[in-house]
């Protein structure tokens, strides 16, 4: 008995160590992948350093801010659609963000995006669009 007893004990502690490292390396790649999420809101970068290409984009009124996302990924101004919403969210520009016609280049930032297309421009104010 004392045997028996020996080795379910030692099943027991070895399928404990396993379920604790499991959750130790499914919590540190949680945390590695929020850490990076985090990181990637507040240190925009382009998609290309140098010598972008320029991109017309259209948005029009009835468009959210993520279908504006999926479209700008779509077109390869930015890399993930969800990190553009959440900058837009914690920027400055949050729901400012205006229907029009739109020359974007992929050596812009996300920022520098939403700056344009916050600003009314003389287009969008002759065409009556505000």
């Given at each position: ?52 290409r ?10 959210s ?11 390869g ?10 900058q837009?969210l ?6 400012e ?6 020359d974007?280049?992929?050596?812009m ?17 002759e065409?009556?669009?505000?």
């Amino acid at each position: 008995m004392k045997v028996g007893h020996l080795i379910a004990t030692v099943v027991e502690t070895i399928i404990k160590v396993v379920v604790l490292a499991v959750a130790v390396m499914f919590i540190v790649r949680g945390a590695t992948k929020a850490y990076d999420f985090g990181y990637r809101v507040f240190a925009d970068k382009p998609v290309s350093v140098s010598g972008g290409r320029t991109i017309t984009v259209g948005v029009s009124e009835n468009m959210s801010v993520k279908d504006i996302a999926a479209m700008l990924e779509e077109k390869g101004l930015i890399e993930d659609a969800d990190l553009f919403v959440v900058q837009e969210l914690l920027s400055a520009y949050h729901g400012e963000i205006r229907p029009g016609i739109y020359d974007l280049s992929t050596d812009m930032t996300a920022a520098q995006m939403m700056e344009i297309m916050s600003t009314v421009t003389q287009e969008t104010q002759e065409d009556g669009i505000s």
